[in-house]
């Protein structure tokens, strides 16, 4: 696997209101954000509602994006289960559809593992699949943090090629990132610090905004290795809005009502995810429109 780098979507799952999957929906988000620059494409995240797809949706998500994507950009893909059992059977079933680069694996949520038991869980995943696994950090919503020096030990693991931070701390990120082995990549997860984590060296974000402006989001990373500061500056800030209004409905509602608007339709999340205040719909269509005149 070539080293994951630049903006790459934590694309949402496409869904009809009783959760099924919107086929001809996934391919329109792909070519949406492949077409503005995108460097990678992540499904099966948060953001793609992993939790509520079941097996046969899960593999057919997969398939229909290596297919699609046929090689534009990488394609990367999560198998963030609860239990060590069920990301082994995730990540097989990703490496049997094949085109896949890499996984990502999120730390066990509901239940709270320690230090060591979480070491053990991502060296059993990373021992059992042939794809590279980079390790997913994301405290805020799993109520459970790789600490620092357990990145640092996973890092040395054959098979764990980097981490996803979205721990939303730039101390701790700069840490891992002065510490870290060579070769070991770092990708922020939280979309208003792309900026300064490349800065602090970091090669990327996985972003849940680059969905709905995946042009934004691309154009940070590419002013930034342009070395057009001020104007990665100008795009990052920019973004901030549409990160903000993210959080104000409940998750990833935003997201595909901002696709809507850009013109993509998404389709609905599951239930009982539906509600989106009025007020928030008309600010959420002002900020697409400013960030698609960027």
Same mark, same amino acid.
Not at 57 to 77: C, D, F, N, S
Not at 135 to 155: D, I, K, M, Q
Not at 178 to 184: I, N
Not at 202 to 221: D, F, K, L, M, W
């Given at each position: 696997?070539?080293?994951?780098?630049?903006?790459?979507?934590?694309?949402?799952?496409?869904?009809?209101?009783?959760?099924?999957?919107?086929?001809?929906?996934?391919?329109?988000?792909?070519?949406?954000?492949?077409?503005?620059?995108?460097?990678?494409?992540?499904?099966?995240?948060?953001?793609?509602?992993?939790?509520?797809?079941?097996?046969?949706?899960?593999?057919?998500?997969?398939?229909?994006?290596?297919?699609?994507?046929?090689?534009?950009?990488?394609?990367?893909?999560?198998?963030?289960?609860?239990?060590?059992?069920?990301?082994?059977?995730?990540?097989?079933?990703? %490496?049997?559809?094949?085109?896949?680069?890499?996984?990502?694996?999120?730390?066990?949520?509901?239940?709270?593992?320690?230090?060591?038991?979480?070491?053990?869980?991502?060296?059993?995943?990373?021992?059992?699949?042939?794809?590279?696994?980079?390790?997913?950090?994301?405290?805020?919503?799993?109520?459970?943090?790789?600490?620092?020096?357990?990145?640092?030990?996973?890092? %040395? =693991?054959?098979?764990?090629?980097?981490?996803?931070?979205?721990?939303?701390?730039?101390?701790?990120?700069?840490? !891992?990132?002065?510490?870290?082995?060579?070769?070991?990549?770092?990708?922020?997860?939280?979309?208003?610090? !792309?900026?300064?984590?490349?800065?602090?060296?970091?090669?990327?974000?996985?972003?849940?905004?680059?969905?709905?402006?995946?042009? =934004?989001?691309?154009?940070?990373?590419?002013?930034?290795?342009?070395?057009?500061?001020?104007?990665?500056?100008?795009?990052?800030?920019?973004?901030?809005?549409?990160?903000?209004?993210?959080?104000?409905?409940?998750?990833?509602?935003?997201?595909?009502?901002?696709?809507?608007?850009?013109?993509?339709?998404?389709?609905?999340?599951?239930?009982?995810?539906?509600?989106?205040?009025?007020?928030?719909?008309?600010?959420?269509?002002?900020?697409?429109?400013?960030?698609?005149?960027?």
């Amino acid at each position: 696997m070539s080293s994951p780098h630049g903006i790459i979507p934590a694309l949402v799952t496409p869904l009809t209101e009783s959760g099924d999957l919107l086929e001809d929906g996934l391919r329109d988000v792909l070519d949406f954000t492949i077409d503005r620059g995108v460097h990678g494409i992540f499904v099966l995240g948060s953001s793609g509602e992993i939790y509520g797809l079941d097996e046969d949706q899960k593999r057919r998500v997969v398939e229909i994006t290596v297919e699609h994507v046929a090689g534009r950009v990488p394609v990367y893909a999560g198998a963030s289960e609860i239990t060590t059992r069920d990301c082994l059977r995730t990540a097989r079933m990703i %490496e049997e559809v094949g085109g896949v680069a890499g996984l990502s694996v999120l730390t066990p949520y509901f239940m709270t593992p320690t230090q060591g038991e979480l070491v053990t869980h991502f060296r059993e995943i990373a021992g059992g699949t042939d794809l590279p696994v980079l390790l997913y950090n994301n405290p805020g919503r799993t109520h459970v943090e790789l600490s620092v020096e357990t990145v640092l030990e996973l890092a %040395e =693991v054959d098979g764990v090629v980097g981490l996803k931070d979205s721990a939303g701390d730039l101390e701790r990120l700069r840490t !891992i990132l002065d510490a870290r082995p060579a070769g070991f990549t770092v990708l922020v997860g939280l979309d208003t610090h !792309i900026l300064p984590a490349l800065e602090a060296g970091a090669e990327g974000a996985i972003a849940s905004t680059a969905n709905v402006a995946p042009q =934004v989001v691309s154009g940070i990373y590419e002013a930034y290795r342009a070395g057009d500061l001020t104007r990665a500056r100008e795009l990052q800030e920019a973004l901030t809005s549409l990160r903000d209004l993210v959080g104000r409905a409940t998750f990833p509602l935003v997201l595909k009502e901002g696709l809507r608007i850009a013109g993509i339709d998404a389709g609905s999340c599951f239930a009982p995810a539906r509600e989106i205040d009025p007020r928030l719909r008309t600010e959420l269509t002002s900020v697409v429109e400013s960030l698609a005149a960027l």
